[in-house]
């Protein structure tokens, strides 16, 4: 349950319903920067650890990205190819001949922020951290082909690796780099007992000064950063907001200078906003809805396939997302360079999915208004968060769309730790779920056969033996190029099976503060180049309480 809680709750190509393409919209510097200023940031939630491997979400993740370093920066350029990485902390590296050893030259004048210097030895314990049973961390199977991680000296460090594949380096920065002489004494065993904002020794660009649970957290510049002269600003406070309408109005009225997700029914009251931008950029993520194959009256393809066909997503997109979300077409992103650009969207045909039924054996033999076979009616519990009133509205939609075929849907709304529970052990019929994307695309966790007893993200218990045969083929090949046919065909099959409903590819939307320059707001990652941001001269002064 650990991991289902991490994992659930991570310029797209215009193929699917006819949205022009958008590039990221980004607040550009009308003049050099200058040092100094705050910048206030809405969440939803409060961070969960300060110690970034006990983690379970990804705005956790994403904020102590701010206060542990990186070996090195994803770029955004995953649309054309598999993303490429800049330096970090790592300023250097070099492959060895067979490409099963790298070598890492870290940046010598980086320091935490009690003014240790970072070395080697901090990323010598951050692997073991990384793959410690005791620390148990959701992502460690990124490390399952790295055999071991040597210091050669404080500034040189030495990965080598079972195989040659794809994603060495990205499975190598997964994960933060954390203090060594700082952590070392607390046993991998005691992490998960221990209060870790007590032990906070910032390396990255910010580090830890206050933090009131569900109000605020502050982080101030760390002295100690390896980029000389960033950050600019001085301060990022994180503001704790449970609330998506309270979110707008404090950034309305200028108590917030970020808010990542604007919902699509307040986006006019920001684009109106003579001091906020609207930020509209494609985000990484995609809806759907998840059927429990396992269920006997969803087992047959044909009948997932009709489900999706007597789902007008047009609508889906225009009544729930106010125009600002794609048609989905299979398990990969349009956006990504391992989309199969052959596939289509499920086309929207009520009578078409109608016969699906007919041949599946549903027909509606007592006139009741639903199919039924076997004496069984066509009934499917709905399942959606209680606390997310966008997939509330999703699942009264598909409720009066399938009505129109003889199917009865019956929404329910649980809260989330709920759903959660019902997912992990398949006690759903259909769901209404989001997976935000890695740019690693590894298509194996949710769509291969699970194992009896095993944790896996295939909630709806997806099986096609052609497509377990391929992603085990899929994970031996060394080169992209070799992947990409595979990956085809994977997503060939899974679009055939339709074991979801692939709804829509989500756009984001982001309101951010005229005051805010030189931020490129993206989806890498929320606060991609937050060492560049810097406010107008007139701005840079503490935030308006």
């Known amino acids: 349950m650990k991991q289902l809680a991490s994992v659930v709750g991570l310029v797209l190509l215009s193929l699917a319903c006819g949205i022009p393409e958008r590039p990221p919209t980004t607040a550009v510097d009308d003049g050099s920067p200058v040092r100094g200023g705050t910048v206030v940031i809405g969440l939803l939630s409060d961070i969960q650890s300060w110690n970034p491997y006990l983690a379970e979400d990804s705005a956790t993740d994403n904020l102590l990205a701010l206060v542990y370093p990186s070996l090195a920066i994803e770029q955004t350029d995953y649309r054309l190819h598999p993303p490429s990485f800049a330096p970090a902390l790592a300023r250097s590296w070099s492959w060895s001949?067979?490409?099963?050893?790298?070598?890492?030259?870290?940046?010598?004048?980086?320091?935490?922020?009690d003014g240790v210097p970072i070395t080697s030895r901090d990323v010598v314990f951050t692997w073991h951290a990384q793959t410690s049973p005791g620390v148990d961390w959701i992502f460690s199977s990124a490390k399952d082909y790295i055999d071991s991680v040597e210091a050669l000296d404080e500034h040189r460090v030495k990965v080598t690796y079972t195989r040659r594949y794809p994603y060495q380096l990205m499975d190598l920065n997964d994960g933060v780099i954390v203090p060594a002489h700082a952590w070392e004494n607390i046993p991998f065993d005691e992490w998960a007992a221990t209060d870790w904002s007590l032990h906070v020794v910032a390396g990255g660009s910010f580090g830890l000064t206050k933090h009131i649970r569900q109000q605020e957290i502050v982080l101030e510049r760390n002295p100690?950063?390896?980029?000389?002269?960033?950050?600019?600003?001085?301060?990022?406070?994180?503001?704790?907001?449970?609330?998506?309408?309270?979110?707008?109005?404090?950034?309305?009225?200028?108590?917030?200078?970020?808010?990542?997700?604007?919902?699509?029914s307040d986006v006019e009251r920001v684009r109106n906003h003579k001091d906020l931008e609207l930020v509209i950029y494609d985000d990484r993520a995609y809806s759907h809805i998840c059927w429990n194959t396992s269920r006997p009256k969803?087992?047959?393809?044909?009948?997932?396939?009709?489900?999706?066909?007597?789902?007008?997503?047009?609508?889906?997109?225009?009544?729930?997302?106010?125009?600002?979300?794609?048609?989905?077409?299979?398990?990969?992103?349009?956006?990504?360079?391992?989309?199969?650009?052959?596939?289509?969207?499920?086309?929207?045909?009520?009578?078409?999915?109608?016969?699906?039924?007919?041949?599946?054996?549903?027909?509606?033999?007592?006139?009741?208004?639903?199919?039924?076979?076997?004496?069984?009616?066509?009934?499917?519990?709905?399942?959606a968060p209680a606390e997310n009133l966008l997939r509330q509205d999703i699942a009264i939609l598909v409720q009066a769309e399938l009505k129109r075929i003889g199917v009865r849907v019956e929404p329910r709304f649980v809260e989330w730790g709920t759903m959660m529970a019902a997912m992990g052990d398949g006690a759903f019929d259909g769901l209404v779920n989001k997976w935000e994307e890695p740019t690693r695309v590894d298509l194996k966790e949710i769509w291969y056969s699970p194992a009896e007893g095993e944790f896996s993200l295939n909630f709806g218990s997806y099986s096609n033996p052609e497509v377990d045969r391929l992603l085990d083929e899929v994970a031996d090949l060394a080169d992209f190029s070799d992947q990409k046919p595979v990956l085809d065909r994977i997503q060939e099959l899974i679009a055939a099976d339709q074991p979801y409903t692939f709804l829509v590819e989500n756009i984001r939307l982001a309101g951010v503060s005229a005051r805010i320059r030189g931020a490129e707001i993206n989806a890498a990652t929320p606060f991609f180049n937050i060492d560049e941001w810097h406010l107008k001269t007139e701005s840079n002064q503490e935030h308006p309480e």
């Not at 360079?337 to 016969?355: C, G, M, Q, S, Y």
């Open 97 to 113: 001949e067979d490409h099963m050893q790298l070598t890492l030259e870290l940046d010598p004048d980086a320091r935490w922020s």
């Open 298 to 383: 969803l087992a047959d393809p044909r009948v997932r396939t009709a489900l999706t066909m007597a789902i007008n997503r047009e609508t889906v997109v225009d009544a729930a997302y106010g125009g600002h979300a794609r048609i989905g077409i299979g398990p990969v992103l349009s956006s990504f360079w391992a989309f199969n650009h052959e596939l289509e969207p499920v086309p929207f045909d009520p009578v078409a999915a109608t016969k699906l039924l007919t041949d599946a054996g549903w027909t509606d033999t007592d006139g009741d208004g639903v199919v039924d076979k076997d004496g069984k009616a066509l009934i499917i519990e709905l399942l």
């Open 224 to 264: 100690g950063y390896f980029r000389a002269g960033r950050p600019y600003l001085d301060r990022v406070v994180f503001r704790i907001v449970p609330s998506d309408q309270s979110l707008v109005t404090q950034l309305q009225t200028g108590g917030l200078d970020l808010v990542r997700s604007i919902p699509p």
